[in-house]
């Protein structure tokens, strides 16, 4: 069976420390995304990940990518308020399929 | 270009009634699919489509019908609503096939009484 296993599920941190978000997959994917929701919005593609290795980041976020583990991390660098949001990974192993999703909080 | 559309944005329905929710793209894109989101649950494939003329089913597709008679529209269709099927539906496209980056429409919260 396909899983996509991310944790934490809910996060609550302070701003100005770092965490990171784990992305976990069952089954062979070449590629990754990363998205954002914020509370009664839609999902905002975030990072594209395509090939083992692959590190990306914008402002305070920085994702990578591992293949052979089948692993991938988001990185929260010095959290600020607006970053408060629900994160999903998703994979395609033919269809896309998303994780659960982590809320994060971070609290001023 | 105004990207994925949905309406309506919000829906109540009665148990045994039918509707359809609507969603548009003006991007061209070849792929559209539906999804459902509820609590804790992430988001779950419905049904999708690869081009005009072709749809499959996805995870949870039981209770869903859709069409795909042109390249921009994607409608989903509830035949007889049950309260299992309250959810926040979201609509999506990508260029070419479910591997590329998805763009979301806006959603529409649907509740069966």
């Known amino acids: ?108 | 270009n105004a990207g994925v559309t949905q309406t309506p944005k919000f829906q109540v329905l009665k148990t045994g009634q039918s509707m359809t929710l609507q969603c548009a793209q003006d991007m061209n894109h070849e792929y559209m699919s539906w999804y459902r989101q509820d609590p804790g649950m992430g988001l779950r494939l419905i049904h999708y489509s690869v081009g005009a003329g072709i749809t499959d089913q996805g995870e949870v597709p039981n209770g869903y019908n859709v069409s795909r008679s042109t390249t921009e529209d994607f409608p989903l269709r509830l035949l007889s609503a049950a309260p299992s099927q309250t959810s926040v539906y979201f609509c999506a496209s990508s260029w070419t096939s479910g591997y590329n980056e998805q763009f979301f429409g806006p959603g529409t919260r649907l509740t069966v009484l």
């Open chain 1, 1 to 108: 069976e396909l899983k996509v296993e991310q944790n934490p599920l809910f996060l609550s941190m302070q701003e100005g420390k770092n965490y990171t978000i784990y992305c976990n997959y069952s089954t062979t994917s070449d590629r990754l995304y990363w998205y954002r929701q914020d509370p009664g919005k839609s999902l905002e593609s975030l990072f594209v990940l395509l090939s083992n290795g692959a590190v990306k980041q914008e402002g305070r976020l920085m994702a990578s990518l591992d293949t052979k583990a089948r692993l991938s991390t988001l990185h929260i660098t010095a959290a600020v308020h607006d970053l408060s949001a629900t994160y999903f990974c998703a994979v395609v192993p033919g269809k896309i399929i998303f994780g659960k999703g982590t809320r994060l909080h971070i609290l001023p």
